[in-house]
């Protein structure tokens, strides 16, 4: 005898069938359909995202643009400070070699004035010192030598000439010292003297000369460096000798 219709239980299967329907009628439902379209960005909404990026774009380029050309502008001066002060420290570190041991022995003068005779054969007071270990800056037709003996002159048209040669050389007192020509654009040097009884500085374009007649070293040398119009004047403290080892 079968079952009665209205005592059957549903299998599987229906719950399977009655699930999909439920989920599809929520899909379909206006809340559903409320919250999947406010997920969503509209048409509009990408064109004004789109218009702000163009625009946030263009003025990034604008001003990366600008800063170019004015930093292109000053790329002359820029250089050209930066010029002066590698040379500043240049001399500056090979003055200071000079003044320490070794070169700078007990009632030594490591930077004085001394008669210089360059390749062009008159000779001039120049400001002289030693270097005892030489220098990277000197281009040697052979090997390196030590105990370096250099000058400084500053030429019209030629700029800031350092003279060196060695005194291991065969001919040191009778040739005429190597010139480098440390840079174009150093137009004069003048010497700065300190006067204790009166307690102030004074310029000179000659060395000052002592009771004798004999011509004083300065405390300070002024180099000034010429580019067209534009000029720069660097300060260097000629240092004093040193008797022992430098402080660490």
């Known amino acids: 005898m079968r079952p009665k219709s209205g005592n059957r239980k549903p299998d599987s299967s229906n719950r399977s069938l009655l699930d999909n329907a439920r989920r599809l009628s929520a899909f379909r439902s206006p809340v559903f359909g409320l919250r999947n379209s406010r997920a969503a960005f509209t048409l509009l909404e990408i064109l004004v995202a789109l218009a702000l990026v163009s625009l946030v774009l263009v003025s990034l380029n604008t001003f990366v643009f600008s800063m170019a050309e004015l930093w292109g502008r000053n790329t002359d001066v820029r250089l050209f400070e930066q010029h002066a002060r590698a040379v500043t420290r240049f001399l500056e570190h090979e003055l200071h070699a000079a003044a320490l041991p070794p070169a700078a022995g007990p009632n030594s003068t ?44 500053v030429r019209r048209d030629e700029g800031l000439v350092l003279l060196w040669h ?45 009771p004798q007649g004999q011509p004083m070293p300065p405390q300070r040398i002024r180099l000034t460096f010429t580019y067209g119009k534009r000029t720069q004047e660097t300060v260097i403290t000629l240092p004093a000798p040193q008797q022992g080892l430098p402080a660490f």
Not at 140 to 153: A, F, I, T
Not at 175 to 202: G, I, K
């Open 166 to 210: 060695s005194r291991l050389e065969k001919n040191f007192d009778t040739d005429p010292p190597r010139e480098s020509v440390v840079t174009p654009l150093v137009t004069t040097m003048a010497y700065d003297y300190y006067d204790a009884d009166s307690n102030r500085w004074s310029t000179e374009t000659l060395f000052k000369t002592d």
């Open 110 to 153: 490591p930077i004085g004035i001394e008669e210089v005779r360059p390749q062009n054969g008159g000779s001039e007071k120049l400001l002289t010192f030693e270097l005892p270990g030489g220098s990277r800056f000197f281009n040697w037709p052979d090997r390196p030598l030590p105990e370096v003996v250099c000058s400084l002159q």
